[in-house]
């Protein structure tokens, strides 16, 4: 049983423009919701993660938006550029059970034309 | 600071046989993360490891199995290896506290079964 569903499964957005990418999540215990960029040959770089008690948190250009109720959360990245080619990984993890246990999504290939 | 290594980067094995995957930790990390992930797919976790101990396993056999050493460095084992097997193991380390749940991974092995 798949526990975090990503879409889209892939997105091509231009220089400039806005990249979304959402999850949704099945476990209502999960309390940490990290978003991962992977460059091909690389494994996950943490990007932004966000805990359950905000509903947004925002670096740079990435900001995370989330939907308790709903079960859901996004990637928003403004302003995209071209290093911003790779692949979003959302996950979630319950963190009072095992820290370091992610349930990854099946991944964005996120790609920024010029 | 040196971050975490994997060796070997790439392993071409035939099914049936053994294969063994090594990690170092990033420094001052005492707790290792495995993941398996398969062509166009997220990270699926196999075990962790916290002082020298499994600390939470995923639905994997037991024909995976795992060892962490004082030094915190870690290998991963797989037994009679099958075609499924093939994919790209990932190794993360963290160290458990206020940020315990960031992981840090490794660029991974690339195992191939034929």
């Known amino acids: 049983q798949q526990q975090v569903k990503q879409s889209p499964q892939s997105l091509i957005v231009q220089k400039g423009g806005i990249s979304i990418i959402n999850c949704a999540y099945e476990n209502t215990a999960f309390d940490y919701f990290p978003w991962y960029q992977q460059f091909p040959g690389k494994g996950p770089a943490l990007l932004i993660a966000i805990r359950p008690d905000v509903s947004e948190k925002k670096e740079g250009r990435f900001t995370i938006s989330f939907n308790k109720s709903a079960k859901q959360f996004s990637l928003h990245i403004m302003d995209s550029q071209p290093g911003d080619s790779a692949t979003y990984f959302c996950?979630?993890?319950?963190?009072?059970?095992?820290?370091?246990?992610?349930?990854f999504g099946a991944g964005t290939q996120v790609v920024v034309t010029p | 600071e040196t971050g975490v290594t994997q060796s070997p980067t790439h392993l071409i094995k035939t099914r049936g046989q053994q294969v063994t995957l090594r990690c170092s930790s990033q420094s001052g990390h005492n707790t290792v993360s495995w993941y398996q992930q398969a062509l166009g797919q997220g990270p699926q976790f196999i075990f962790q490891y916290y002082r020298e101990e499994e600390n939470g396993r995923g639905n994997f056999p037991p024909r995976f199995s795992g060892l962490q050493f004082p030094n915190y460095s870690s290998e991963l084992n797989v037994n009679a290896l099958e075609l499924d097997d093939s994919a790209l193991y990932l190794c993360?380390?963290?160290?458990?506290?206020?940020?315990?749940?960031?992981?840090?991974f490794g660029s991974g092995t690339q195992l191939s079964v034929l």
């Open positions: 996950a979630a993890s319950l963190t009072t059970d095992s820290w370091g246990k992610l349930q």
């Open positions: 993360a380390s963290s160290l458990p506290g206020l940020e315990g749940e960031k992981l840090f």
